[in-house]
């Protein structure tokens, strides 16, 4: 079989086709550090690092077997738009969490500052997410924890046809489980962005459940690494 190229090109609604290739810590670490620093990143935990934390940070997710970091730039301009992991949910501290089954991959994504709004940027990018993931022939479903309340991301989700599963309570968050299949994503694939859900999948007093649950349980020692 002959080995999947280094970057792949894939499209990006009206704007032009994305190349996605892999992290370069010296070309690339500066803008993550930026991009991380804001305020609309917190739920990555990265905010007020250093720019050598930061690269400690990506330095380590490189190191682990099994795992990439990825950049999509515009093929056009250069210009850098989103950033995303792909990991083996073996190796991962947090797979004790996650019940992952054979044909699974681990995610992360983050979308760079929308300056200027690109149109359904977020549906785009995980459709491209998708696509370099899913070149693996053993990958059969994606497998992410975003953080509750992150209502924004949730909503992005299920319009690009992830599906939930259950809350986790993690040490550092309280995230709900969330898939995309090989069949799905297929199914998907060329289609125009959907219109995204009005409400995210955890609201109101199931979400506030769930976030008591997690606080009391780390502050009794019972959720910890």
Known sequence: M???SATLEVPFGRVGPVLIRPLSLEQDIALLHDWLNRDYARFWGLQGQSLAQVHANFSGTLAQPGSEVLIGELAATGERKFMFESYDM??????????????DRGFHVFL????????AAAYYTLQ?????IFRDPEVQRLVG?????NHKVLVRLAQAGFSFGRVIHMPHKTAILTYLSRVD?????GSPP??????????GLRLAYHLGISRVGRRLGFIAC
């Open 2 to 4: 002959t080995a999947p």
């Open 90 to 103: 073996r190796f991962d501290r947090m797979s004790p969490y996650l019940g992952a089954r054979p044909g």
């Open 112 to 119: 760079g500052p929308p300056e200027p709004p690109l149109p």
């Open 128 to 132: 491209g997410l998708a696509a370099w």
């Open 145 to 149: 924890e975003p953080d509750v309340r």
């Open 185 to 189: 994503f297929e199914r998907m694939q």
């Open 194 to 203: 959907p219109p995204a859900p009005v409400k995210p999948p955890l609201r």
